[in-house]
């Protein structure tokens, strides 16, 4: 999915200097199609499941939404350029990544809704058992910019380990970046000693029987967001029916995709009439809806610690909870991220929560098809559990 080119080239993409030929493309686009029909771009994870939920089961359709087949990108950076030149019109992107988007490439997109819940997890070499036994060790990220990052940033620092990237002494983790694709192989072979990334590849690696699940991320930060659904400003604004039909249609999949697990995996996977994902099918069975003898084994071991939680191993829900968004970018500021990133001195919490997300699509989506109670939600406001 990600190589170090695309890497360097995504780094690029997130300045002003380097996205301004893209936006303008993005521009010249839409005043030629003010009315393009939703194209949708996303990776083969089930970070997606939303976006291609809505697709498979005919709920952009059903909202009156002209769409076209969603486009498979296998990385962020050509996933990203594709957005920002306005060559699609949808996607989801990792929850940092949107912060550095709009505030480091000032990108008029704006986040409109989360794509699920939890997610990813650090899975690890089997003769690892503990934070500590990683210390010397290589540990694989999607991205710098990544809940990934934040996450497993904050578990190794709370156990005394220092972050580096190159060499990793006693005492001291070494992260690096590696295409999720590539994760599963690396750790089979020893390359790495473990990796923290979104699903399906933990799964797939417990399948394989080369890693083990060490910690699971929304564990540690109860019910946190992944991947976020972005969009233009110029949509948003221009075409406001649009977008709230084509929301309508992903809040609907988010609904569908919680309540009927199986058959999202059946949609998502190889085996499906689609194809969106090269994953099998049982793969991601195994994460939408595991075994509940395999949850007791996560609890047993302490994989789970927080089983008080009653958390899935990913979950759905769509609305953007501002506390989120704030604790967010106060992580990100403690976090070591490689490449530039000053521009993450002027950006305050508080002002960036309500800048970056446009809410009001997706509560009007919940309240007017009644879907709060499906979500489990009472409130649209909530307090953050970061606890390792």
């Known amino acids: 999915m990600q190589t170090r080119r695309d890497f360097l080239k995504l780094s690029a993409l997130f300045t002003a200097t380097a996205a301004m030929p893209l936006l303008q493309a993005?521009?010249?686009?839409?005043?030629?199609?003010?009315?393009?029909?939703?194209?949708?771009?996303?990776?083969?994870?089930?970070?997606?499941?939303?976006?291609?939920?809505?697709?498979?089961?005919?709920?952009?359709?059903?909202?009156?939404?002209?769409?076209?087949?969603?486009?498979?990108?296998?990385?962020?950076?050509?996933?990203?350029?594709?957005?920002?030149?306005?060559?699609?019109?949808?996607?989801?992107?990792?929850?940092?990544?949107?912060?550095?988007?709009?505030?480091?490439?000032?990108?008029?997109?704006?986040?409109?809704?989360?794509?699920?819940?939890c997610g990813s997890a650090l899975t690890v070499r089997p003769d690892i058992n503990q934070i500590a036994d990683l210390q010397g060790q290589t540990i694989a990220i999607p991205f710098w910019y990544s809940i990934h990052n934040v996450v497993v940033q904050q578990l190794l620092r709370q156990a005394g380990l220092k972050i580096v990237e190159k060499n990793p002494k006693a005492g001291e983790v070494r992260l690096t970046v590696m295409p999720p694709s590539d994760m599963v192989a690396a750790l089979a072979a020893k390359q790495i000693a473990g990796f923290i990334v979104a699903e399906p590849f933990n799964a797939l690696a417990e399948a394989k029987g080369v890693g083990k699940i060490l910690r699971f991320s929304g564990d540690i930060w109860r019910e946190h967001a992944c991947c976020l659904t972005m969009m233009h400003d110029n949509d948003i604004n221009t075409r406001p029916d649009w977008v709230q039909g084509v929301i309508d249609a992903l809040v609907q999949a988010a609904e569908f995709a919680k309540h009927h697990r199986v058959e999202t995996a059946e949609l998502l996977a190889k085996q499906g009439i689609n194809k969106y994902t090269p994953h099998d099918v049982a793969v991601l069975r195994n994460v939408l809806q595991p075994e509940p003898v395999q949850w007791a084994k996560y609890e047993r071991n302490g994989a789970i610690r927080h089983a008080d939680w009653q958390q899935k191993r990913i979950d759905f829900q769509p609305f953007p909870f501002q506390s989120y968004s704030e604790l967010l970018i106060k992580l990100l500021k403690e976090t070591h991220l490689a490449g530039v990133n000053t521009f993450l001195q002027d950006v305050q919490p508080e002002i960036a929560s309500k800048e970056l997300f446009d809410t009001r699509f997706v509560e009007k989506a919940l309240q007017q098809h009644d879907l709060m109670k499906q979500f489990g939600l009472s409130s649209l406001q909530r307090s953050e559990q970061f606890e390792i």
């Open 26 to 117: 993005c521009q010249q686009r839409a005043a030629a199609q003010a009315n393009a029909p939703l194209t949708i771009g996303y990776l083969p994870i089930l970070d997606a499941a939303p976006l291609l939920v809505a697709h498979g089961k005919g709920l952009f359709r059903k909202n009156n939404i002209e769409t076209v087949k969603p486009i498979l990108f296998r990385s962020w950076a050509s996933l990203v350029e594709a957005f920002l030149s306005g060559q699609v019109n949808v996607i989801h992107v990792l929850s940092p990544m949107s912060v550095w988007m709009r505030y480091g490439s000032r990108a008029p997109v704006r986040a409109l809704m989360w794509n699920h819940t």
